[in-house]
């Protein structure tokens, strides 16, 4: 179809011209196509422009945003920028009130500060393309998303938002996992707690307590960078340790952060001391070998609290000896766990035990054994004779201090290494097996079991906090600094569960989704105008699922820049 254009000439000789709608079709009796007028406009000068103009706004709604555009004569295309993963982040951060609460705790400072935009695009950023601070200011902010109102924020303004953060971070963590656990009807019986070690790019540990952040009185903080145990293999490095509590579903209730050399069951009390008077109901803890210790259980049962913990098993305590050994049947919970119970002791030195068996984790621990066990049968093949003088050779050395072959060798008077069969038998006992201890006799073998596996959730947090949302590195120094770093990470994780359970997809396809909505800017005429892209179907669906409204289709428009 086009706009057809005939001229009529009056007696007077003037000319009146009329438009009409047309279209070519195909006249088979004169065979070519001839003009058929699908409808008339009327006189070009009796035409009603207005009513004209919005049948084409219309039409062109059902053209895409670019080639719209471009039909229009004079509009010329500026700029775009993602918007969509930045609305829906926004959107949920104000469902779960967080907006106001740092307004609230704003107004006692009583300073017009932006705190709550400036936090706000910090965990923003978070969850679209974490980086920098400096690099979130100077480049994210202003060039890589649409960020309405991100003239407003300096540098500055970040950093102190972190002292601020800081300052109040148990009332705002504690207000904002009620809010949370309201919204997403969280089941808070179960608190899994684990801890993992983030190291930093430096060389030296920090030796002095510093004095810091101003918004918390000039708060003291103990040296944070130190060596300890690294959970990733870089004892070499100065490192701290975060705690993390979630729900079953994954969703984090509180962090901490502790000194480098801080080891795991002494962070228990701490934990245990911050949730009393979460109104948290029936709280069971859940936390793996590492917690488990004489002082933490006793810890863990003041007032009547309740745990599920792992127990290490080749300890030469009485697990080894008097739980793995004990005669009884396997209980069938499901396809791929058994579980039997155990009870050590009796009166106030009872102990309750359930050994949990999963038959497909030990067929593959079996599996992955022999190809250990052929590997370092070559090696010892391979071993020369020591030269006289000389106690063993290097390479003897190096097989000894790796982890992969040193439990399975023992080593002869002589120095020569063999494999030690009583070590293999031991650990074909141990296959697809582990042992949890808990001080709640309401919950069945069972519970206990499925309580325990569920930990894998704060595995997968810890994954998500260092993979996806780049927690590392860590470019802070002040030690409020890096606390509350790792505390904005906490709660852009807690905005990703939120997603994910809402849509059952993970973060990372859904916020691909998200980023196909654009707001593009466009020049018409002296006007320039920002404005929103259609939504797709799977788009719009999506929002659905995540009970938000779309964003705004215009955003502005202003008078274009001189030229």
Same mark, same amino acid.
Not at 286 to 310: F, H
């Given at each position: 179809m086009y706009l057809r254009t005939t001229r009529r000439k009056n007696a007077d000789g003037s000319v009146v011209e009329y438009y009409q709608l047309a279209e070519n079709v195909w006249d088979p009796e004169k065979g070519c196509a001839v003009a058929k007028v699908v409808y008339n406009f009327g006189r070009a000068d009796e035409l009603d422009h207005a009513a004209l103009q919005r049948l084409a706004k219309s039409l062109l709604r059902v053209v895409p945003g670019e080639e719209a555009m471009a039909a229009e004569p004079g509009v010329r295309i500026r700029n775009a920028w993602p918007c969509g993963t930045i609305h829906a982040v926004d959107a949920i951060w104000r469902e779960l009130g967080i907006d106001? #609460? %740092?307004?609230? @705790?704003?107004?006692?400072? *009583? *300073?017009?500060?932006?705190?709550?935009?400036?936090?706000?695009?910090?965990?923003?950023?978070?969850t679209h393309e974490p980086c920098s601070k400096l690099y979130c200011r100077e480049q994210w902010l202003g060039e890589e998303v649409y960020f309405p109102g991100?003239?407003? /924020?300096?540098?500055?303004?970040?950093?102190?938002?972190?002292d601020f953060f800081e300052a109040h971070k148990e009332e705002v963590e504690k207000e904002i996992f009620f809010r949370t656990a309201d919204l997403m009807k969280a089941d808070v019986d179960l608190i899994f707690y684990d801890t993992t070690s983030l190291h930093f790019e430096v060389d030296e540990e920090d030796e002095l307590v510093r004095q810091g952040n101003e918004l918390a009185g000039g708060r003291e903080y103990p040296p944070l960078r130190k060596r300890?145990?690294?959970?990733?293999?870089?004892?070499?490095?100065p490192q701290i340790v975060v705690g993390l509590a979630v729900t079953r579903d994954g969703l984090p209730v509180r962090s901490w952060v502790f000194p480098g050399q801080t080891t795991d069951v002494t962070t228990v009390e701490k934990v245990k001391e911050d949730l009393r008077g979460w109104r948290l109901g029936r709280c069971v803890f859940v936390g793996d070998a590492g917690m488990n210790s004489e002082e933490n259980r006793r810890t863990l049962s003041l007032g009547g609290g309740k745990y599920i913990l792992a127990a290490r098993m080749r300890a030469g305590d009485e697990v080894s000896r008097e739980v793995l050994t004990r005669a009884g049947r396997y209980q069938e919970v499901a396809d791929n766990l058994r579980v039997k119970e155990v009870v050590v002791g009796e009166g106030e030195r009872r102990q309750r035990y359930v050994v949990c068996s999963n038959p497909e984790e030990a067929e593959r621990q079996a599996s992955h054994r022999k190809q250990v066990l052929e590997e370092l049968g070559h090696e010892l093949a391979s071993l020369r004779k020591p030269e006289r003088g000389e106690s063993h050779s290097k390479r003897t050395c190096q097989l000894i201090s790796t982890p992969r072959f040193a439990r399975y060798l023992r080593q002869t008077r002589r120095g020569a290494l063999k494999i030690d069969k009583a070590a293999v038998r031991a650990e074909e006992k141990l296959e697809g097996k582990w042992v949890v201890t808990s001080?709640?006799?309401?919950?069945?073998?069972?519970? @206990?079991? /499925?309580?325990?596996k569920q930990l894998m959730r704060v595995e997968s947090c810890w994954r998500t906090i260092k993979s996806g949302l780049r927690t590392r590195p860590v470019f802070h120094w002040k030690p409020h600094r890096i606390s509350a770093h790792v505390s @904005?990470?906490?709660?852009?994780?807690?905005?990703?569960? %939120?997603?994910?359970?809402?849509?059952?997809?993970?973060?990372?396809? #859904?916020?691909a989704q998200l980023d196909t909505i654009k707001v593009v800017?466009?020049?018409?005429?002296?006007?320039v105008v920002r404005q929103t892209t259609e939504l797709r179907d799977d788009v719009e669906a999506l929002l659905r699922l995540l009970k938000i409204d779309p964003p705004p289709r215009l955003h502005s428009v202003a008078a274009a820049p001189a030229s």
């Amino acid at each position: 179809m086009y706009l057809r254009t005939t001229r009529r000439k009056n007696a007077d000789g003037s000319v009146v011209e009329y438009y009409q709608l047309a279209e070519n079709v195909w006249d088979p009796e004169k065979g070519c196509a001839v003009a058929k007028v699908v409808y008339n406009f009327g006189r070009a000068d009796e035409l009603d422009h207005a009513a004209l103009q919005r049948l084409a706004k219309s039409l062109l709604r059902v053209v895409p945003g670019e080639e719209a555009m471009a039909a229009e004569p004079g509009v010329r295309i500026r700029n775009a920028w993602p918007c969509g993963t930045i609305h829906a982040v926004d959107a949920i951060w104000r469902e779960l009130g967080i907006d106001k #609460v %740092i307004a609230g @705790l704003a107004r006692r400072h *009583t *300073t017009k500060q932006p705190f709550e935009r400036a936090l706000f695009a910090m965990v923003a950023n978070r969850t679209h393309e974490p980086c920098s601070k400096l690099y979130c200011r100077e480049q994210w902010l202003g060039e890589e998303v649409y960020f309405p109102g991100e003239e407003v /924020l300096e540098l500055e303004h970040l950093y102190r938002a972190m002292d601020f953060f800081e300052a109040h971070k148990e009332e705002v963590e504690k207000e904002i996992f009620f809010r949370t656990a309201d919204l997403m009807k969280a089941d808070v019986d179960l608190i899994f707690y684990d801890t993992t070690s983030l190291h930093f790019e430096v060389d030296e540990e920090d030796e002095l307590v510093r004095q810091g952040n101003e918004l918390a009185g000039g708060r003291e903080y103990p040296p944070l960078r130190k060596r300890g145990l690294s959970k990733n293999g870089r004892s070499d490095a100065p490192q701290i340790v975060v705690g993390l509590a979630v729900t079953r579903d994954g969703l984090p209730v509180r962090s901490w952060v502790f000194p480098g050399q801080t080891t795991d069951v002494t962070t228990v009390e701490k934990v245990k001391e911050d949730l009393r008077g979460w109104r948290l109901g029936r709280c069971v803890f859940v936390g793996d070998a590492g917690m488990n210790s004489e002082e933490n259980r006793r810890t863990l049962s003041l007032g009547g609290g309740k745990y599920i913990l792992a127990a290490r098993m080749r300890a030469g305590d009485e697990v080894s000896r008097e739980v793995l050994t004990r005669a009884g049947r396997y209980q069938e919970v499901a396809d791929n766990l058994r579980v039997k119970e155990v009870v050590v002791g009796e009166g106030e030195r009872r102990q309750r035990y359930v050994v949990c068996s999963n038959p497909e984790e030990a067929e593959r621990q079996a599996s992955h054994r022999k190809q250990v066990l052929e590997e370092l049968g070559h090696e010892l093949a391979s071993l020369r004779k020591p030269e006289r003088g000389e106690s063993h050779s290097k390479r003897t050395c190096q097989l000894i201090s790796t982890p992969r072959f040193a439990r399975y060798l023992r080593q002869t008077r002589r120095g020569a290494l063999k494999i030690d069969k009583a070590a293999v038998r031991a650990e074909e006992k141990l296959e697809g097996k582990w042992v949890v201890t808990s001080n709640d006799d309401t919950l069945s073998a069972e519970d @206990l079991a /499925l309580g325990y596996k569920q930990l894998m959730r704060v595995e997968s947090c810890w994954r998500t906090i260092k993979s996806g949302l780049r927690t590392r590195p860590v470019f802070h120094w002040k030690p409020h600094r890096i606390s509350a770093h790792v505390s @904005l990470c906490v709660l852009a994780l807690l905005i990703e569960r %939120i997603v994910e359970i809402r849509t059952g997809q993970t973060w990372r396809n #859904v916020r691909a989704q998200l980023d196909t909505i654009k707001v593009v800017e466009y020049q018409r005429g002296a006007a320039v105008v920002r404005q929103t892209t259609e939504l797709r179907d799977d788009v719009e669906a999506l929002l659905r699922l995540l009970k938000i409204d779309p964003p705004p289709r215009l955003h502005s428009v202003a008078a274009a820049p001189a030229s």
